[in-house]
T-cell receptor
Framework: SQQGEEDPQALSIQEGENATMNCSYK?????LQWYRQNSGRGLVHLIL?????REKHSGRLRVTLDTSKKSSSLLITASRAADTASYFC???????????FGKGTRLHILP | SAVISQKPSRDICQRGTSLTIQCQVD?????MFWYRQQPGQSLTLIATANQGSEATYESGFVIDKFPISRPNLTFSTLTVSNMSPEDSSIYLCSVRTASNIQYFGAGTRLSVL
């Protein structure tokens, strides 16, 4: 079963705008990770945020985590055409070794 | 980080045949996983490949259909047996490092005719 659910399922924005994607999950976690996948290729790891962290940054990416609401968000600022991809959140339920993926958000950056 | 080499990158197979996918990591890792991604879908965990013991399969996946080997800490194989068109998917190898970050290979795109 899938632990995380991304929202929205699809998002189209103009180049230069900011893109925000959300992820909700069901059980307590140790970590939450965000990934990018271009056109059915392998997944690229973006950010890992631990359950005791509230926010992390990496370049144009900003991830927040609210464990009380069991949700996370990924913000991409100043979007570029190369950001067009599917984005997935993945969570590892506390006490378990495996990570479970959400359904993903398909992001399309319009020129 | 971890660099994962997965091969073949793609294959087209006939119904009823089997395909073995190889996954090689550039460093020793304890945790190794195999995922399936059906067209337009998210990733589903098939099994955890355990070194020196039988793989741990998720609900809906069985060893007879997806036998897995893990002879050492840097290598694993996944076999898709007695294939049908429903097995057409991308199969991905993944490893978890000491930092708990999970890395993925480029995947094997399988088409079954």
């Amino acid at each position: 079963s899938q632990q995380g659910e991304e929202d929205p399922q699809a998002l189209s924005i103009q180049e230069g705008e900011n893109a925000t994607m959300n992820c909700s999950y069901k059980t307590s976690i140790n970590n939450l990770q965000w990934y990018r996948q271009n056109s059915g290729r392998g997944l690229v790891h973006l950010i890992l945020i631990r359950s005791n962290e509230r926010e992390k940054h990496s370049g144009r990416l900003r991830v927040t985590l609210d464990t009380s609401k069991k949700s996370s968000s990924l913000l991409i600022t100043a979007s570029r055409a190369a950001d067009t991809a599917s984005y997935f959140c993945a969570t590892d339920a506390a006490g378990r070794d495996k990570i479970i993926f959400g359904k993903g958000t398909r992001l399309h950056i319009l020129p | 980080s971890a660099v994962i080499s997965q091969k073949p990158s793609r294959d087209i197979c006939q119904r009823g045949t089997s395909l073995t996918i190889q996954c090689q990591v550039d460093s020793q890792v304890t945790m190794m996983f195999w995922y399936r991604q059906q067209p337009g879908q998210s990733l589903t965990l098939i099994a955890t490949a355990n070194q020196g013991s039988e793989a741990t399969y998720e609900s809906g996946f069985v060893i007879d259909k997806f036998p897995i080997s893990r002879p050492n800490l840097t290598f694993s194989t996944l076999t898709v047996s007695n294939m049908s068109p429903e097995d057409s998917s991308i199969y991905l190898c993944s490893v978890r490092t000491a930092s708990n970050i999970q890395y993925f290979g480029a995947g094997t795109r399988l088409s079954v005719l």
